[in-house]
């Protein structure tokens, strides 16, 4: 699961993957943020802009545990290119996370958070 970790961090993809709180989501500039408190609602913002190479297609967000691996949540959307895409994963429990976009199977980015 490294390995992957470290493969999509190294490839420069236009596509934006962060998360944030969801009062803030739709903020002009939300922070991104790497751990949650119990009781917040992680939202899980990806930004494509133009140019991005997205085209219109759709994307899957599959949220995973980092020590098992195990799926815990998982969401597909329409997207186009110039967008900004909200999730509002459920479920969640105190961990770590790794918040993956897929397209097509392949992964496009990936981030990692917390909550505790």
């Known amino acids: 699961m490294a390995g992957v970790l470290v493969a999509l961090t190294a490839c420069k993809s236009a596509v934006q993957l962060y998360a944030t709180r969801s009062a803030d989501m739709h903020e002009p500039a939300p922070p991104r943020l790497q751990a949650f408190a119990a009781g917040e609602q992680p939202a899980i913002v990806v930004d494509l802009p133009k140019h991005s190479k997205w085209g219109q297609k759709a994307g ?43 397209s097509g199977g392949e992964p ?9």
Request: aromatic share 14%.
């Open 60 to 102: 899957t967000l599959w949220i995973d545990e980092a020590l098992t691996g195990k799926t815990i949540w998982n969401q597909s959307k329409f997207m186009r290119e110039g967008s900004t895409n909200y999730f509002l994963p459920e479920g969640l429990e105190a961990g770590t996370y790794i918040a993956t976009l897929r």
């Open 108 to 116: 496009v980015a990936t981030i990692n958070f917390d909550v505790k």
